[in-house]
């Protein structure tokens, strides 16, 4: 473990199941001998002391995971969903939270956001590609306000980081660049096109 700054947070891992437009269930598809998942797993396990995967529904492959397994409280809501799932069963009050196509997670800029500011409600990053709310800081007192986007229809998560009543910090790319150069941390896999330069870098 790294520390105390990120035992206080729970790690949430969101892997819900649906990989449409990757043909096959990314949570265990293989990257330099380990699925996904499992690559996430490694990097929140030398973070935090709870670990929370959240899924859509439950399946057997992942009966024998050691770190406790957790279904969408409100279905149908995509990552805003398991957002607000992970958040309402973390023991913590704030939580980090990735999905689980990530495969270059970078724990310095993990505990970078994680300690940047621990009285946010979110810590979030600016790319110039826009915001990134799938690897991002949570309060719990987002619970309430994702409650309500979700029984809205609103899923944009993002759109969290312009309610009033939350206190939000946005980092700047230009902020982890010394951290993380080529800002790898932020890659997801959503094709077979992402997952091909995924397989490049490793090699």
């Not at 269930?25 to 996904?36: A, P, S």
């Not at 490694?42 to 929370?52: A, G, K, M, T």
């Not at 859509?56 to 805003?80: F, K, M, N, S, Y």
């Amino acid at each position: 473990m790294t520390g105390t700054s990120t035992q206080s947070l729970s790690g949430i891992i969101l892997a819900g199941g649906k990989s449409s437009r990757m043909g096959q269930d990314k949570r265990f598809i293989e990257l330099g001998g380990r699925t996904l998942l499992d690559r996430s797993l490694e990097v929140f396990e030398s973070l935090f002391s709870e670990i929370l995967v959240v899924v859509a529904e439950a399946t057997p492959q992942l009966a024998d995971l050691t770190h406790r397994v957790v279904t969408d409280l409100i279905p149908g809501c995509a990552t805003l969903g398991g957002l607000y799932t992970g958040l309402s069963y973390a023991s913590s009050s704030r939580v980090f939270a990735a999905a689980c196509d990530m495969p270059f997670l970078n724990p310095k800029v993990v505990e970078y956001l994680v300690t940047i500011d621990p009285m946010a409600d979110v810590v979030m990053v600016r790319l110039a590609t826009g915001l990134q709310p799938l690897h991002a800081v949570y309060s719990k007192r987002c619970l309430p306000i994702l409650e309500r986007m979700a029984r809205g229809g609103n899923l944009t998560l993002h759109e969290i980081t312009d309610a009033e009543a939350l206190s939000v910090r946005l980092i700047p790319e230009d902020e982890l660049r010394s951290l993380d150069p080529h800002l790898l941390s932020f890659l997801n896999l959503n094709s077979p096109a992402d997952l091909e330069l995924a397989r490049k870098l490793v090699r």
